[in-house]
């Protein structure tokens, strides 16, 4: 199994290398746009061999600083652009209807529907692997080019380790959010599929909001994962913390602030460390388990003051992102069945009743044969339980209402 994600590698540049990161992303923005004009001169059909026999040599004078190899990559960058505008108008075809017979006429777009070349308005440039960025220093900075140079870049980076053989590294892009600069690769990563039939450990997981996750095994072990237990794993960003507080210098007390103070950004990391946590701990041929959460509310009480006003959904689907990838990555598999029922349904006599839910004391109580448990761990006895029925065939297993008067 194939799987492509985008590696979003943080960039630490000095405030000179900040500067030659805009002047080179400004250049590649301006041969684009020329690139672009020459693209919709030739009414879009060219090709590589035409770019290379008429434009090639004109944007190697036209600009003389920049890498021979970014030059080439113009053309590729432009034409992906058009070809995604083909989809786009082929996708919105055209409606009229004549104003006399009443009736109406579609026309399918193509690109000659263009009346100007399309505008490239961001500056962005991109890297090809080891001729335009290459890892340096036992993998520490990143080299890349720049107008008339290349530059070592200190960088962090998304806790991939992009030496491990099995990743292939692809074009890379970069670009300015904000204040910061990142380099995105998309990285190509080749792994055994997960067979049904080799699975060997169900994990039921509830997402919630005091502890991020509650997770419930085959072997009927829970486990709480609340911020604090997770972000003690968090080992390559204390590093980065630890390397600024001894620079000491205003810049990087500066970065540091940026650093610490970002609660999405913080987010984000709970969710890496959090889904490697439990990729680690579970091993390969893991079927994880979790609730489709879409239309589903939290108690908004559970929250801590900071993220009352937030809404955390984006929290809990970019979870299941990070771990979806991270698990294809252990031979392993993320399933989501139903949230029906989960936080209310009675895991030994199988009654559903809301009321056994107390939130306040989150404890569930069952009035039909007096089971008691804590609730979120209730959530993820159920949610494991609905996977075993998946391994078992059924394709979207759910709890139907049960109650025992
Ligand atoms: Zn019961």
Known sequence: MTTVITAKVRLYP??????????????????????????FDNYCRVNRKK?????YHYLRVESK????????????????????????????????QDKNTGKWYRFNRDLGWLCKPIKFSRPQADYVRNLNYSFVEQGSKISMN??????????????????DPHYKLGTAKLVQLKNHWFL?????????????????????????????????DEQGKT?????????????????????????????????????SGRENRWISD????????????????TLFVLENLTGVSFERTDLPKTLRNQNRSWAFYQLEQ??????????????????????????????????????????????????????DRIGAINIQLLGTQYISGQEQPKFELTTNA
């Open 270 to 285: 709970v969710n890496h460390c959090l889904s490697k946590t439990l990729v680690q701990k579970f091993g390969a041929n």
């Open 14 to 39: 000095s405030q000179e290398q900040a500067a030659q990161f805009k002047a080179v992303t400004k250049e590649y923005q301006r041969l684009c746009n020329l690139v672009s004009q020459w693209y």
């Open 322 to 375: 990070f771990l979806t990838y991270k698990a294809h990555l252990n031979n392993s598999e993320v399933v989501e069945v139903s949230a029906a029922y989960t936080s209310q349904r009675c895991p030994k006599c199988g009654t559903s009743k809301k009321s056994n839910r107390n939130h306040k004391l989150h404890e569930y109580h069952c009035t039909n044969c007096g089971y008691r448990s804590n609730d």
């Open 146 to 163: 720049v107008l008339g140079q290349r530059i070592k870049v200190a960088f962090n980076g998304d806790y991939l380790n992009f030496f």
């Open 184 to 216: 995105h690769i998309p990285v190509t990563i080749e792994t055994d599929e997960w067979k049904k039939e080799h699975n060997q450990h169900i994990v039921g997981i509830d997402r919630g909001l005091r502890f991020l996750a509650t997770t419930y």
């Open 223 to 259: 486990s709480f994962f609340n911020g604090k237990t997770v972000m003690h794993k968090r080992d390559k960003y204390q590093k980065l913390r630890a390397e600024l507080q001894a620079k000491g210098t205003k810049s990087a007390k500066w970065r540091l602030k940026k650093l």
């Open 51 to 55: 770019f290379n026999q008429e434009m």
């Open 65 to 96: 600083d920049i890498n021979s190899a970014m030059v080439q990559s113009t053309y590729r960058t432009v034409e992906a652009h058009y070809k995604t505008v083909r989809q786009q108008l082929f996708q919105h075809p055209y409606h009229f």
